[in-house]
C-alpha cells in the first residue's frame, strides 16, 4: 500500500508541473509578456482560430478521376486511436474549401458576418462535418499553438461589509495590501472573497481603454494593427458585467489601472463538447438561445467590494455565451419557426444580440444544416431575400464517388460486424448507394461529340467513370480520349441545376443498415455479397418509405432500382469468375502487364524509328511486328493500326508529362486493355478454371471425397491463393464457387 501511495504522490506532483508548465493563471502582466512573443496568435477571434487551426493540421492534395482537390487533414482526426477515427469524414474536399473560404473571408473582413449554411440531402454527412471540426478545436486547444485565455475578476479576502475594503486596501488614503506590479492572480482560493466570472470568454485586452489599447496593438504588430486584428479587438469592449467592474475598480484606485489590472486572473480554456465550452450543437429547439440572470440577487453582497454592492450585475447564459469563443453549430436550423431565429439576422448584421438590461457580443463562427426540402421551402418565404444576403450557402451532396462510399461502409459498418466479411460485400452496398445517386447528362451543355458520349453513359458506366476513370470497354480511339478528359466536366454538369447530382438517392444510413441485416442473414455463415444484394431487394421493395424509390425511371436505367439489381449481380459474378481464374495460377497476373508493356515499348520504339536490343543475342533488332499485331488482335483494336498505336503512345506519353520521373502504372491507365488481354487467355484455358472451380466445391463442400491427388493439390492451392490475395474463407469461396458453377460454367462439360 505504501508503494501505491508513493506512485500516486509521484504522479500528483507530475500533474501539478504539467499545470504549471501548461500556464494555466496567469497575471494580467504575465499574459501582456506572451502576447509580445506572439502576437498574432494572441490577437484572434474566433473565425481566426478556426482558419489558423485548418493550417495548423495541414493539407494533402487528393487526386481523383474527376479532379484534384486540396483535403485538410483535421478531417481525418489524425489524433484519434483507430475507433475514434471511425468518426473521421470521407470525402466531402469540396465543404472543406468552402469553409476555408469562408473563414478566410471572415478574417479579411475582421469579424463574422455570416451563418454559413450546409444544406443537402438526410444523411449527407454534415453533422459529421461540424463534429470534426469540433474534435479538432478540442485537440487544437490543448495544443501551444491552439492556446486560449480569458480572464475573471479576483477579489482578496478583507475584513467584510463590517467596515473593511475588500480588495482595494484599507483605505482610500493608503496603498496598504497592493503594490504596484503585484497581481491577486496567483493568490489560494482560501484568500479569494469573491471571483467574478466574464462568461462570454472575452479577449483579456478587451479590459485596456481603446486608445491605450490600439496604441499597443500598434506597437506590437506595426502601423497596419488595424488590418491585422479583428475589428472587435480594435474598437469593441468587454460585456456589459465586466464593464461595470472594471468602472468600478477604475473609480476605487482613482485611474491607477495597474491596480485595476491587478484583480484580473488570465486562465486557460479548453474546448469541450462534452462541456458546452466553445462548441455547441443547438438543436431546433423554440426558445431564446441566451438569457441573463441577476448576479447580486444570489450572492452574499460582503463577498464583493463595496463599490460593487450597489451595482447590479447580470451574468448571460444560454447557447450562445456556452459557445462564445468557438463554434455554434445549428443543426436542422429551418426546422426552427423562423421567429425564433430572426435574432440572428440582427446578430449577424450588427455582431449584438439584445438581452433585457445589456447587449450580447459573442465571439463566434455560425455554421448551420438543413435539408433541401426545408431550404426549398425557405426559399418560397417572403424572408429570405433579407437573410440569403447573411447566409453562406454550402451545398453537402451525397458522394458519387463509390471508392469513397465504400470507405464509409468499411469504417463504420464493418467494426460492428462478428462475421467474416466475404469480399465485395461493402462494395456491392456502395455502388448501388451510388447508382441511385446518379442522374442521366445534360447533353445540351456539351459540345456535339461529348454529348453524344455521355448521353450514351449507363449508371454503372458513370459511377465507374467517376471512381476510377474507367471509360466503357465499348469506347476505344478518340471516344476514349474525349470521355476521359472531360471526366470533371460530367462531375461539375449538374452543379448549376436545383436537382443536382447526390441530392436524392439511398443515404449512408440506410446502407449501413442493409449491411448490418445481411450479417444476420440465417443464410450465409459470412457478411455475403449475395446477402447484402437480398436486403438491397428488401430495400427496393419499401417505396412508400423513400422518395429516391419513386422517381420516374430515365432512359439508360437511370433511377430504375430494378437494372441497379440486376448490373450489380453480374458485376458481382464477373469479379468472382475473375478472381477464381486467378486463383487457379495459370499464369502470374503481372504476366499480362508484363505483356502490354512490352507492346507499348515495341509500338513507341516503331514510331521513333528506332530499334530494340536483343538481350539474348545482343544484335539490335526492329520492333516485333508480330507480336503487335498479336496483342492488337487480342485487344479487338478498332481502325488502323497506326492509329491505335499513336492513341495508346499519346495517352502514355500524357501520363509521363504529368508525372515526371515516375513508372508508367499500365494496370490502371488501360484497365480495360489488361482485362481484355486475362479474358482472351481464360477463355482459351476455361476448362481448366471450369475444372478446379468444380474440384474446390467438392473439397469444401466433401471435404475432397472423391478427389484424386492431382484434383486436391489443384483445389487447395486455389482456395489458398482465393484467401491469401482476396481474402476469402471457406465458407464464402464454397459461395463464389457454387454461384460460378451455376451461373456461368453449368453449359460447360469437363
Not at 506597437?219 to 472594471?246: I, M, N, R, S, Y
Not at 444544416?369 to 450557402?393: K, Q, V, Y
Amino acid at each position: 500500500m505504501a508503494d501505491l501511495t508513493t506512485s500516486l504522490y509521484a504522479l500528483f506532483d507530475e500533474e501539478r508541473e504539467r499545470f504549471q508548465s501548461a500556464r494555466r493563471v496567469l497575471s494580467y502582466d504575465e499574459y501582456l509578456a506572451l502576447l509580445g512573443a506572439a502576437p498574432q496568435r494572441f490577437t484572434r477571434d474566433a473565425a481566426r482560430y478556426l482558419r489558423d487551426m485548418f493550417d495548423h493540421y495541414g493539407t494533402v492534395t487528393v487526386e481523383k478521376a474527376y479532379g484534384k482537390f486540396t483535403r485538410w487533414k483535421l478531417f481525418d482526426l489524425p489524433w484519434e486511436d483507430d475507433a475514434g477515427k471511425r468518426e473521421a469524414l470521407v470525402g466531402h474536399e469540396a465543404i472543406q474549401a468552402e469553409l476555408y473560404r469562408a473563414l478566410s473571408n471572415f478574417t479579411r473582413q475582421g469579424r463574422v458576418n455570416r451563418l454559413v449554411l450546409l444544406h443537402g440531402p438526410n444523411g449527407s454527412a454534415k453533422s459529421t462535418f461540424v463534429a470534426c471540426l469540433m474534435r479538432a478545436m478540442e485537440n487544437y486547444s490543448a495544443a501551444d499553438d491552439g492556446a486560449l485565455y480569458r480572464y475573471h475578476w479576483v477579489f482578496p479576502r478583507g475584513k467584510g461589509a463590517d467596515g473593511g475594503r475588500i480588495g482595494f486596501g484599507a483605505s482610500s488614503s493608503s496603498d496598504e495590501g497592493l503594490r504596484v506590479g503585484d497581481s491577486y492572480a496567483h493568490l489560494d482560493e482560501g484568500a479569494i472573497d469573491a471571483k467574478v466570472l466574464c462568461e462570454l470568454r472575452d479577449h483579456p485586452l478587451l479590459l485596456l481603454p481603446v486608445p491605450m489599447r490600439q496604441a499597443l496593438l500598434r506597437e506590437t504588430l506595426g502601423p497596419d494593427a488595424a488590418a491585422q486584428v479583428p475589428l472587435e479587438l480594435w474598437k469593441g469592449g468587454p460585456c456589459h458585467k465586466c464593464q461595470q467592474v472594471f468602472n468600478a475598480l477604475h473609480t476605487a484606485y482613482r485611474g491607477d489601472l495597474r491596480k485595476a489590472l491587478a484583480h484580473v486572473q488570465i486562465e486557460r480554456w479548453y474546448v469541450s463538447r462534452r462541456y458546452r465550452v466553445g462548441a455547441v450543437t443547438l438543436g431546433p429547439q423554440m426558445a431564446v438561445d441566451a438569457r441573463e440572470r441577476q448576479v447580486t440577487a444570489s450572492r452574499s453582497l460582503a463577498a464583493l467590494p463595496p463599490s460593487l454592492q450597489n451595482t447590479t450585475l447580470f451574468e448571460p447564459s444560454g447557447e450562445l455565451v456556452d459557445a462564445a469563443g468557438g463554434l455554434l453549430e445549428y443543426s436542422d436550423l429551418l426546422k426552427r419557426a423562423l421567429e425564433h431565429w430572426k435574432y440572428l439576422l440582427l446578430m449577424i448584421e450588427t455582431g449584438e444580440v439584445s438581452l433585457d438590461s445589456s447587449n450580447l457580443v459573442p465571439n463566434l463562427v455560425l455554421v448551420g444544416s438543413t435539408n433541401e426540402g426545408h431550404l426549398d421551402a425557405f426559399r418560397e418565404h417572403p424572408e429570405f431575400a433579407s437573410f440569403r444576403g447573411r447566409l453562406d450557402l454550402v451545398r453537402a451532396p451525397y458522394l458519387t464517388d463509390w471508392t469513397a462510399e465504400k470507405a464509409i461502409y468499411d469504417a463504420q459498418a464493418i467494426p460492428g460486424v462478428r462475421r467474416h466479411v466475404a469480399p465485395h460485400a461493402t462494395e456491392l452496398a456502395a455502388v448501388f448507394a451510388v447508382l441511385t445517386r446518379m442522374r442521366k447528362p445534360t447533353t445540351d451543355r456539351f459540345a456535339r461529340t461529348l454529348a453524344t458520349l455521355a448521353a450514351e453513359l449507363t449508371p454503372i458506366e458513370k459511377a465507374d467513370l467517376y471512381a476510377s476513370g474507367a471509360v466503357p470497354s465499348r469506347l476505344a480511339g478518340e471516344q476514349a480520349k474525349e470521355l476521359r478528359a472531360n471526366i470533371g466536366a460530367l462531375y461539375h454538369e449538374s452543379d448549376v441545376y436545383p436537382n443536382y447530382e447526390g441530392r436524392t438517392g439511398a443515404s449512408p444510413r440506410e446502407m449501413r443498415g442493409v449491411i448490418l441485416d445481411a450479417a444476420q442473414h440465417a443464410g450465409y455463415k459470412c457478411l455475403s455479397p449475395f446477402a447484402v444484394l437480398e436486403r438491397i431487394a428488401d430495400l427496393c421493395n419499401r417505396k412508400s418509405e423513400f422518395e429516391w424509390l419513386r422517381q420516374e425511371t430515365v432512359a439508360g436505367g437511370y433511377h430504375d432500382p430494378k437494372y441497379f439489381q440486376k448490373v450489380l449481380r453480374d458485376r458481382l459474378v464477373d469479379r468472382l469468375e475473375d478472381e477464381m481464374r486467378s486463383a487457379t495460377g495459370l499464369v502470374d497476373e503481372a504476366r499480362y502487364v508484363e505483356g502490354f508493356e512490352r507492346y507499348v515499348f515495341n509500338v513507341s520504339a516503331q514510331m521513333k524509328g528506332e530499334k530494340i536490343r536483343n538481350k539474348l543475342t545482343g544484335r539490335d533488332d526492329p520492333p516485333d511486328e508480330a507480336m503487335m499485331k498479336d496483342i492488337e488482335r487480342q485487344l479487338v483494336a478498332t481502325g488502323s493500326p497506326e492509329e491505335f498505336r499513336r492513341n495508346v503512345i499519346s495517352r502514355v506519353a500524357a501520363w509521363a508529362i504529368d508525372h515526371s520521373g515516375q513508372k508508367v502504372p499500365y494496370a490502371t491507365l488501360f484497365p480495360n486493355y489488361i482485362q481484355r488481354l486475362k479474358e482472351v487467355f481464360f477463355q482459351e484455358h476455361r476448362k481448366q478454371v471450369v475444372l478446379s472451380t468444380r474440384d474446390l466445391m467438392v473439397l469444401i463442400t466433401d471435404e475432397g471425397a472423391g478427389l484424386d491427388a492431382d484434383g486436391r493439390r489443384r483445389a487447395e492451392a486455389t482456395l489458398a491463393m482465393l484467401k491469401d490475395r482476396y481474402g476469402y474463407c471457406d465458407h464464402c469461396a464454397g459461395d463464389a464457387a457454387g454461384t460460378l458453377l451455376r451461373e456461368r460454367f453449368a453449359d460447360l462439360k469437363v
